[in-house]
């Protein structure tokens, strides 16, 4: 959101750097006094847990890519290496890949709070769709990570999910296939295919904090959404990011690291697959190929559908149509807080992403089988018919008018503080 300049320089230097480079400028006015809605909840803390998560990805991957060996007879023993003969190397490594996960719990309780508040609506359209594009980046470096570890889990979630893009066979014969052997720089996964992988993997990273930038710009250009989905209309309705903000995102950055340390030193494999601690073996296929927990609701999707074709365009789309929200909800209010009937289809939906997160994980046969078609389907009607059909039918409850009078409940001045208002009395009583 746009508003005046108050960076003052304090120095002679300061005033020739802000002349020639004025990062300091940028920082006071976006980081320090940045006008922000009086009413932001915790729920809004995880777009700073978010980044500094990244820069904990980045700086821990560094490290690690320095002692890492990227072939197929050294890539498993390397990381054996790291986590017995370098110096806090299992710290490195538990923290990466715990860090993962904790990432991607993150982003998806970040993803989740955007679709209930309506934070994707105008005008913060592209503020989204660079959102979503950051899902897409983490999906995907996630997957080439979790590939580098070469054991027998990572190695074969490697082979089926590559081979996926045979299914193009079935559209334009030959096109899968010339692709698959393309991506595995040969008939089979092996050394070609670890190294564009681990070449990719060191590369996303940036990539993705050069979208974060932009995804910070799109959203200091509206400013910020709040849970009342009201724009800011007055400087009543907002205080600055700090310290406001930032102690509050400290706060919670906290508590979150908390949560991080005792996954990190109690149970760091916990959310791992013990198949991974053997060496991988293109000769025995493990009995049930399971990726990381983080991709399980896509997996699941990917084998509800009997096609192999369209269970790659399942997989593909369940990211895909998130892109297409911003037009897909058909309704003028933002917060489901005022949207009594699609409250409910919203909380069924957050159901059906769990629900579909633990079938991935279970053999594709029987019940779990039925279950993740029936969830499947509820995945795609909530965007393509709840969406755009409840917003048109549904009456909306009463909003506020304002940010400050769903604040203190009016939207009158705030009361005087106890000194001023002792100052006040006399002239009361002259009156």
């Known amino acids: 959101?746009?508003?005046?300049?108050?960076?003052?320089?304090?120095?002679?230097?300061?005033?020739?750097?802000?002349?020639?480079?004025?990062?300091?400028?940028?920082?006071?006015?976006?980081?320090?006094?940045?006008?922000?809605?009086?009413?932001?909840?915790?729920?809004?803390?995880?777009?700073?847990?978010?980044?500094?998560?990244?820069?904990?990805?980045?700086a821990t991957g560094v490290v690690l890519a320095m002692h890492y060996v990227p072939t197929p007879d050294g890539a498993f023993l390397s990381v054996e290496k790291i986590m017995r003969d370098v110096n806090w190397g299992w710290l490195l490594?538990?923290?990466?890949?715990?860090?993962?996960?904790?990432?991607?719990?993150?982003?998806?309780?970040?993803?989740?709070?955007?679709?209930?508040?309506?934070?994707?609506?105008?005008p913060r359209e592209i503020l989204w769709i660079l959102g979503v594009l950051i899902l897409f980046l983490m999906i995907a470096t996630a997957f080439m990570g979790y590939s580098l570890v070469w054991g027998q889990m990572s190695f074969w979630a490697v082979t089926v999910i590559t081979n996926l893009f045979s299914s193009l066979?079935?559209?334009?014969?030959?096109?899968?296939?010339?692709?698959?052997?393309?991506?595995?720089?040969?008939?089979?996964?092996?050394?070609?295919?670890?190294?564009?992988?681990?070449?990719?993997?060191?590369?996303?990273?940036?990539?993705?904090?050069?979208?974060?930038?932009l995804h910070i710009w799109a959203l200091h250009m509206p400013g910020n959404n709040n849970p009342t989905g009201i724009d800011m209309k007055t400087t009543r309705?907002?205080?600055?990011?700090?310290?406001?903000?930032?102690?509050?995102?400290?706060?919670?950055?906290?508590?979150?690291?908390?949560?991080?340390?005792?996954?990190?030193?109690?149970?760091?494999?916990?959310?791992?697959?013990?198949?991974?601690?053997?060496p991988a073996n293109p000769l025995a296929t493990p009995p049930h190929i399971v990726p990381e927990w983080y991709f399980l609701p896509f997996y699941a999707i990917l084998r509800a559908?009997?096609?192999?074709?369209?269970?790659?365009?399942?997989?593909?789309?369940?990211?895909?149509?998130?892109?297409?929200v911003p037009w897909l909800d058909s309704s003028k209010v933002r917060s489901t807080t005022y949207?009594?009937?699609?409250?409910?289809?919203?909380?069924?939906?957050?159901?059906?992403?769990?629900?579909?997160?633990?079938?991935?994980?279970?053999?594709?046969?029987?019940?779990?089988?039925v279950f993740g078609r029936i969830f499947t389907a509820y995945y795609f009607l909530f965007f393509l018919v709840v969406m755009p059909v409840v917003g048109r039918?549904?009456?909306?409850?009463?909003?506020?008018?304002?940010?400050t009078e769903a604040v203190l409940g009016h939207d009158e001045p705030p009361p005087l503080p106890p000194a001023a208002a002792k100052r006040a009395r006399p002239v009361e009583s002259a009156l």
Not at 99 to 121: D, E, N, P, Q, W
Not at 346 to 358: D, E, N, R, S
Request: with cysteine.
């Open 169 to 213: 066979d079935a559209l334009i014969p030959g096109l899968g296939s010339t692709l698959v052997e393309w991506i595995w720089g040969g008939l089979a996964v092996g050394a070609p295919t670890l190294n564009r992988l681990y070449s990719l993997h060191y590369l996303f990273p940036f990539v993705i904090a050069g979208v974060v930038l």
């Open 237 to 278: 309705d907002v205080v600055p990011f700090h310290p406001y903000y930032t102690m509050k995102d400290g706060f919670a950055l906290v508590l979150f690291l908390l949560l991080f340390a005792a996954l990190l030193f109690y149970a760091p494999n916990l959310l791992g697959h013990s198949d991974n601690y053997i």
């Open 393 to 403: 039918l549904e009456r909306p409850l009463p909003q506020p008018g304002s940010i």
């Open 93 to 122: 490594r538990y923290s990466h890949a715990v860090g993962a996960s904790m990432f991607f719990l993150a982003v998806y309780i970040h993803t989740f709070r955007g679709l209930y508040y309506g934070s994707y609506k105008a």
């Open 305 to 324: 559908i009997p096609n192999k074709l369209m269970g790659v365009i399942g997989l593909i789309a369940s990211i895909a149509i998130l892109f297409f």
């Open 339 to 369: 949207r009594p009937i699609y409250k409910w289809f919203f909380w069924a939906f957050l159901v059906t992403c769990i629900a579909l997160g633990y079938l991935g994980a279970m053999p594709p046969d029987g019940w779990y089988l």
């Open 1 to 58: 959101m746009a508003h005046p300049s108050t960076y003052r320089p304090n120095s002679r230097f300061e005033e020739w750097l802000d002349a020639r480079l004025p990062v300091a400028r940028v920082m006071h006015d976006q980081f320090i006094v940045y006008p922000t809605p009086r009413n932001l909840n915790y729920w809004w803390t995880f777009g700073g847990i978010l980044t500094f998560m990244l820069a904990a990805q980045i």
